[in-house]
């Protein structure tokens, strides 16, 4: 079993958790709201523990991000994409060194906790705009940046490797596998798309990610996920996270996608009341609450 407890400061599984956090699981959100996510908190009444950040290669950010993070309480989750300005193979190659080795330095220098997602969804097929190399480039580029944050020293960097959710029950998410020592979560996005012919549990969407995790013996980590804001059947899904989390104990991260998608899909929270009470309910819930 992989669950965290986060009991003021104390490290856990490898982080130091922020003084007066308590939770089983740790509830995220990508807060794409005026205001960023302390408006969000405003509106939703209450904490969440994790920041979700999208982050372009040559992001300098780091320390400033992570310190606004870390005083409000939060762990940032950076979503660093390769994509479009460099490939696994230049990955690979070592002519993104510089990059890499900037950034560990800068995220080893805050001494914060840190979930870094690098180019996630790798999995993407040829043409997709987060594609970057096939498979195998994809393992050696991950490795690659891995060691270097690791020799850089690092240590307060978690990996999440992150494919999408439906590519591991036709095994293509497991082809871009790095191997156990090299990923701290293993991750998955999955979403109930307004375009989808049938709504889908969240356990239909995630439940073969979750058992990969378990097999690797790594903690299971939902990077991403999101159900249409406009259909009557979202808050009653969203409240439904807690309970298959709570059978679900290797779970350790929920982060909502509370944004309007790049296609113009409405996974809006504070937008829509009946959401935005689930997701209270949620945070509320003895999964996340402690």
Known sequence: MHRRLIIFGIAVAGLVYPAGALANVQLGVFANEPGGIPSFERALGGHVTIDHHYAPWTYRSWAFATANDASAGHIPLFSWSAAPRTTAAAIMSGSQDTVIVAAARAMAATGKPIYLRPFYEFDQPAGHKRYIGTPAQVVVAWQRVVTLFRDTGATN??????????????????????????????????????????????????????????????????????????????????????????????????????????????????????????????????????
Not at 163 to 168: E, K, L, Q, R, S
Not at 187 to 216: E, W
Not at 223 to 237: I, V
Request: proline share 6%; aromatic share 18%; hydrophobic share 45%.
């Open 157 to 290: 960097v978690k990996f999440v490797w992150c494919p999408m959710a439906f590519d591991f029950a036709n095994g293509r998410a497991q082809q871009f596998w790095p191997g156990a020592s090299f990923v701290d979560e293993v991750g998955a996005d999955g979403y109930n798309f307004p375009t989808l012919k049938k709504f889908r549990t969240f356990g239909t969407i995630f439940q073969s990610a979750y058992a990969y995790a378990v097999s690797q013996s790594r903690p299971f980590f939902v990077a991403e996920t999101a159900s249409d804001s406009l259909k009557p059947a979202t808050p009653a899904w969203i409240q439904s996270i807690g309970g298959w989390t709570a059978t679900h104990p290797d779970t350790g991260a929920v982060v909502y996608f509370d944004s309007v998608s790049p296609k113009g899909y409405d996974f809006r929270l504070v937008a829509h009341a009946g959401a935005l009470s689930a997701f209270r309910s949620l945070a509320l819930s003895a999964a996340f609450a402690g």
